[in-house]
């Protein structure tokens, strides 16, 4: 959704790259662009204001004027000020001293309530609760029915003592789930809220009613993020007729350009609680504004993937893994491969992984276009082979490969590039985790590159030898003397001098090959 802003703001701050110091003129025009790109992205105009002073002032003063490198200095600011305008800290929902919490969904017809009802319903499970989610949108047609739906997908409880489609009271339906939940022992109540298409009248007093029914520890209001600035007057309008404590943004994997959750918690002063990216159950999570501010500049989200990893993968698992590994290569089988291999798929679309990785904005179009379902014919080639060619894949030859191509419906060249990636990521996984670090990489400890291979290196490294005529020794020796003196004239250092600029330096030839 941020795709667009990140790439304006990326472009900003190349602008500003091998700057040592930072003009007045450099500050606006950086200000102009960043303006530009914020209302580009549907920002509201009262934001960008304050967002666009903040940054001007924190840029013009001592803070980036005294800093070794500015450019990086402005980008420090414009994190954190995107961090303010976000929310600030990550808020936590409040849960009630003496069950059940009780959870009230707000917001208008197709933001996506009901779904994230479910959602809601099955993050809270995962974190140790027991959740029952409330049918109290009779209005709808088949919103009863879609939510017992999502519920049984989810897992998780749900009440719904009355059909809908027009039938039934909702505030006692609310009332009711209460003394329902304590019989049950549910801890969280969810109470799915009816919406209208627009703000009216009715649509506010029914909220209220139930509101003042159920007296809700947390009154969440569920926006559509691809509304755009309607999302922020809508908001508005729910804040001052109903109440709430919390926004939840749905839809935040659309192609809109996501200035409404730019703009959300600084207009109404209420924080971005959830976020939902994605059509299934489990594209769901806590909203952290400094992780997002994080991945709208490019330098993705760690801390989301080590919390996404440490949920699929087991302490145990991956202590074993390790152990196996530093046996040796062999040891490391396809059936392992194949295990790491679904464990990942477990923790979500990969290119939504590959996302959240520093640097990945740059290759959003190769991961817009990966094709996800290379796992699934990755794995349905390891599952066509035998236990036998699995643990020791030097024994597929050429009628194994066609069995195997036969038997995974691939073409026989899959199946031996398969292997022999196999066999390149178990040595590099190898020497990994024996500490040698990458390999590949010569003249460094458990890197590659020794032997003879290193010595003709360290041969073709020496300078030129003296030549054996005395005058033309002496003439050679007194042109590098002038040169090391000029050298040194102008830079105690030796450096080289002039209009040189180091991002033209070039390589030799033996190092250009890692530098990607």
């Not at 029914?206 to 569920?222: K, M």
């Not at 036998?388 to 009628?399: Q, V």
């Not at 990636?421 to 010569?442: E, L, T, W, Y």
């Amino acid at each position: 959704m941020f795709d667009t802003l990140s790439d304006r703001l990326a472009s900003t701050f190349k602008n500003l790259r091998g700057k040592g110091r930072l003009s007045e003129a450099d500050i606006d025009a950086t200000a102009r662009e960043i303006r530009i790109a914020l209302l580009e992205a549907d920002v509201a105009l009262p934001v960008v204001r304050a967002f666009i002073k903040q940054v001007k002032e924190r840029a013009g003063g001592s803070e980036v004027s005294q800093a070794l490198n500015p450019a990086q200095q402005v980008i420090k600011i414009v994190n954190e000020e995107l961090v303010g305008i976000l929310g600030g800290e990550t808020r936590r929902l409040r849960f009630a001293k003496t069950p059940p919490t009780v959870i009230m969904l707000a917001g208008l017809q197709g933001a996506g309530k009901t779904t994230l009802a479910g959602k809601l319903g099955r993050w809270l499970k995962t974190q140790g609760h027991t959740p029952l989610l409330v049918a109290c949108d009779l209005q709808r047609p088949n919103a009863v029915n879609q939510l017992s739906v999502v519920a049984e997908r989810a897992g998780i409880a749900v009440y719904a003592p009355e059909p809908g489609n027009g039938v039934g009271d909702p505030v006692k339906v609310a009332q009711d789930s209460i003394e329902f939940a304590r019989g049950k022992q549910h801890d969280v109540v969810i109470v799915d809220t009816a919406g209208r298409l627009g703000i009216d009248q009715e649509l506010m007093q029914q909220a209220a009613d139930i509101r003042d029914a159920v007296s809700p520890d947390e009154i969440l209001f569920v926006v559509d993020a691809m509304i755009g600035q309607d999302a922020v007057n809508t908001a508005e309008a729910f804040r001052d007729g109903v109440g709430f404590d919390g926004v939840v943004l749905s839809k935040l994997d659309g192609d809109a350009r996501g200035g409404a959750a730019l703009s959300i918690a600084h207009v109404t002063g209420k924080q971005i609680m959830f976020a939902s990216n994605g059509e299934k159950l489990d594209d769901f999570d806590a909203f952290h504004p400094d992780r997002m501010a994080s991945r709208i500049l490019g330098m993705g989200d760690m801390l989301s993937l080590i919390e996404k990893a440490e949920q699929t993968f087991s302490q145990a698992e991956a202590e074993k893994m390790a152990a196996k590994l530093q046996k040796g290569p062999k040891e490391f089988t396809l059936d392992d491969f194949l295990a790491q291999m679904e464990q990942v798929r477990k923790m979500g679309s990969i290119s939504k992984l590959l996302g959240m990785l520093p640097g990945m904005g740059q290759m959003k179009d190769q991961i817009n276009n990966l094709d996800e379902r290379e796992v699934d014919r990755t794995a349905a080639i390891i599952k066509s082979m035998t236990p036998a060619e699995r643990h020791e894949p030097t024994i597929i030859n050429g009628s194994r490969r066609a069995r195997i191509a036969k038997g995974s419906g691939v073409d026989v060249s899959s199946v031996k590039n398969l292997v022999e990636r196999f066999f390149d990521a178990r040595k590099m996984m190898s020497k990994m985790a024996q500490g040698g670090g990458m390999p590949g990489m010569p003249g460094m400890p458990g890197m590659g590159g020794g032997g003879a291979k290193k010595k003709k290196q360290i041969k073709q490294a020496k300078g030129k030898r003296k030549s054996g005529n005395p005058m033309k020794r002496k003439a050679d020796e007194a042109a590098a003397a002038a040169r090391r003196e000029a050298a040194q004239a102008g830079n105690p250092l030796g450096l080289p001098q002039g209009d040189q600029d180091p991002q033209n330096f070039e390589l030799p030839e033996e190092f250009k090959k890692f530098m990607g």
